[in-house]
């Protein structure tokens, strides 16, 4: 008999979703249903400004689960407060905007089920066919950039760090973010470089995707913070941080 309560935990970091959580939140329960019964979706309020989290509770029941505290941690500690919690066999994080087909769920999903790997990520870069709506131009340099910058810096031959869907196995997720040290930018970077140096078998999966337009990115802001985070990665590992 397995020691886990569910198959499948869903992590959704949040932070100002009011206006689109519930709505993602019904589009998510069909589409996990699709592949499972058994599963469970984890809310974690990174410190919203707006309703989000008068709407997460009205959202709440035996299986959505919903965490939140005061002041905005960035978007990796929520998604390390998550993983912490869930309680399924394969775990996966996901944006609460969708950004993401769907379709890509079960898919991931089975791939788990029926393959020796520890890490699947979403790959948005490899066919831009599957890219239903672009990024900005700018958008797009400075991302193809980072993922320079981390395949050189970090020794890590991806082609997508910061796809916001990736799913892991329960042991891979405990090894990998007990030891993520990243809040913010650059934890994508992070988690697939303790990933890699705990020798969890990667593999990246093509997805559908769509830019949204109104992201909470903010390339003036969050592209500097992000070159740091990849030295800072460098400077853990240094320090034996990742062990």
Known sequence: MSHFMYELSII?????????LASSLTAIKQAVQAATD??????????????????????????IIFIT?????????????????ARGKYHLFMDVDLATSLD????????????????LIGDRKSNPDNQKIRQPLARRLLGTGFTFLSQILLHCPLHDFTCGFKMFTQ??????????????????SEILFIAQKHHCVIKEIPVTWQHQPNSKVRLS??????????????INDMRELYQ
């Not at 959704?12 to 689109?20: F, G």
């Not at 890509?104 to 890490?119: C, G, P, R």
């Open 38 to 63: 058994s599963y469970e979706i984890i809310i974690v309020d990174d410190g919203s400004s707006d309703n989000t989290v008068s709407v997460a509770r009205l959202l709440t029941q035996e299986n």
């Open 69 to 85: 505290y005061v002041a905005n941690q960035g978007k990796g500690y929520a998604v390390r407060q998550g993983m912490q919690r």
């Open 12 to 20: 959704l970091p949040s932070y100002n979703e009011a206006h689109r």
């Open 104 to 119: 890509a769920l079960a898919t991931f999903y089975q791939l788990m089920k029926n393959n020796e790997v520890d890490v």
């Open 171 to 188: 042991e891979a997720s405990e090894i990998i973010f007990k030891r993520q040290r990243i809040n913010r930018w650059s934890f994508d």
């Open 221 to 234: 802001a969050d592209i500097p913070s992000s070159l740091k985070g990849l030295v800072q990665i460098r």
